[in-house]
């Protein structure tokens, strides 16, 4: 679904959902970059209280995540989502991480200012779907907020069942 693809890149975060130890839900919003399929999250320098995120835990006990993004206003008409649902990877290698630390940066000022420093989570998208009320079916994805560039899509195409 190259439409759900474009409608995600232009958003300036998503929530990423992992599954806990029981199999329960854990969301967290995200900033995010696009490479192709494959999605790119950082573990930056906003304030956290702790390092050992639960989401990093999660991944590394379970792969399969979600990924949504999604524009909501007062008129209806123009609400969308989109969602990306894939296998996740933590990189910690600096020579792995160093090309999606450049996309990161590229897309967002504050990555420039101070780059993230904690692993990069690496999402294959296996699948993406999406949905789109009556306006925005012929509309272009809304641009993104001051500071931060519309994520940059290598290739272009949907993949088989999404």
Do not use: C
């Not at 990924?67 to 600096?94: F, M, N, Q, S």
């Not at 420093?117 to 994805?141: C, K």
């Amino acid at each position: 679904m190259a439409q759900a693809r474009r409608r995600f890149a232009a958003v300036p975060v998503a929530r990423l959902a992992t599954l806990g130890p029981a199999g329960e839900p854990h969301l967290v919003p995200v900033t995010f970059t696009l490479d192709g399929d494959h999605l790119y999250t950082a573990v930056d320098a906003k304030p956290k209280t702790t390092t050992d995120l639960r989401r990093l835990r999660n991944i590394g006990a379970d792969p399969r995540v979600a990924v949504l993004a999604d524009h909501y206003e007062d008129d209806w008409d123009a609400l969308w989502w989109a969602r990306a649902d894939g296998l996740a990877t933590i990189l910690r290698d600096p020579a792995d991480m160093a090309g999606p630390l450049e996309l990161l940066a590229a897309r967002y000022r504050q990555y420039r200012a101070q780059p993230p420093g904690g692993p990069l989570i690496r999402i294959q998208a296996e699948r993406w779907t999406g949905w789109v009320a009556v306006l925005a079916r012929g509309s272009d994805p809304p641009e993104p907020p001051d500071g931060v560039e519309p994520a940059r899509l290598r290739r272009v195409g949907s993949r088989p069942g999404g």
